[in-house]
Nanobody
Framework: DVQLVESGGGLVQPGGSLRLSCAVS????????IGWFRQAPGKEREAVSC????????????FYSNSVTGRFSISRNVAENTVELRMRYLSPHDTATYFC?????????????????????WGQGIQVTVSS
């Protein structure tokens, strides 16, 4: 079975930082595309970031939505099968439930990572609240 479990969320003040982790089982990060999405109340699910081997499998590729570029950083640990999302300079606009998602065999590119339908497997989500 494929499982994704998010951790690391919580309450943080504006300007602060948080690190989310996604523990992945049942798929290999060597072949998978792992995405982070978020969803605020009353809003659609929004792509945040994605990481995978490139389509040519020659380098590590990562992508970010415009709203988080320069503030968020995604990384992976293949040996531990975990993906981290480091978030800095958080604002109340970042408040949402954050989900990690996996496409078992695939890759991220600047166009495809926006689509939730790309990913077959999803975590339960974790709350991030940015408030003073």
């Amino acid at each position: 079975d494929v499982q994704l479990v998010e951790s690391g969320g919580g309450l943080v003040q504006p300007g602060g930082s948080l690190r989310l982790s996604c523990a992945v089982s049942g798929v290999s990060l060597d072949t998978a595309a792992i995405g982070w999405f978020r969803q605020a109340p009353g809003k659609e699910r929004e792509a945040v970031s994605c990481i995978s081997d490139s389509d040519t499998r020659t380098y590590l590729a990562s992508f970010y939505s415009n709203s988080v570029t320069g503030r968020f950083s995604i990384s992976r640990n293949v040996a531990e099968n975990t993906v981290e999302l480091r978030m800095r300079y958080l604002s109340p606009h970042d408040t949402a439930t954050y989900f990690c998602a996996a496409e078992a065999v695939g890759y991220c590119d600047r166009d495809n990572f926006y689509f939730p339908s790309k990913f077959q497997y999803w975590g339960q989500g974790i709350q991030v609240t940015v408030s003073s």
